[in-house]
């Protein structure tokens, strides 16, 4: 034996920022500083469970959202993929800080912007609060006269107005 020791090839990494994540399809899409998807990264099943417990790898997946930056150990890169994007396989996921010359991801968000991308409903979860709130002051009192249906008229007309007067007051 001589005395050389084998080289052992660098580990090759990607960076991006996630775009798009598919637990069931076992992938997820990352794009460039520039905001231009770039790398689709595959898992696979045996990667996702070992002894009956999900692994480090599929844990650190689950925890990713839209926008995180990510630095994956990478193997087997196939860049004869047709258009841009290339497409490998994460060896592991390890945690790294987003560089300070790192853009936030560059993507629109969907209804405008703001919320996490959920239509705003504000409005609805007032007079929802404002029904549940007479509701309540029907089972307190003597409605006990009325009909099924007279009790829920005069729940509604009063919900209504508290509901107004809540949307009114809280600017929604």
Known sequence: MTGTTPIIPPEETAEGNVTEIDLENRSML????????FMKLFWCKVQEEFDGHPTKLLNDIRRLKIGYYVAP?????????????????????????RPADFPR???????GGGG???PRNEKPMAYE?????????VRDTDFQDLTYEQRIKAVMDQAEIVGDWIVKKGGA
């Not at 990352?30 to 998807?37: K, L, S, T, Y």
């Not at 991801?105 to 209804?111: C, E, I, R, V």
């Open 116 to 118: 996490g991308g959920r």
């Open 105 to 111: 991801s560059q993507q629109k968000k969907p209804f």
């Open 30 to 37: 990352i794009e460039d500083r520039a905001g231009v998807p």
């Open 129 to 137: 609060s404002a029904f549940k709130s007479c509701t309540e002051l």
């Open 73 to 97: 150990v990478i193997g087997e890169i196939d860049e004869s993929i047709s258009g841009k994007v290339k497409e490998a396989f994460i060896k592991s996921l390890p945690y790294k800080d």
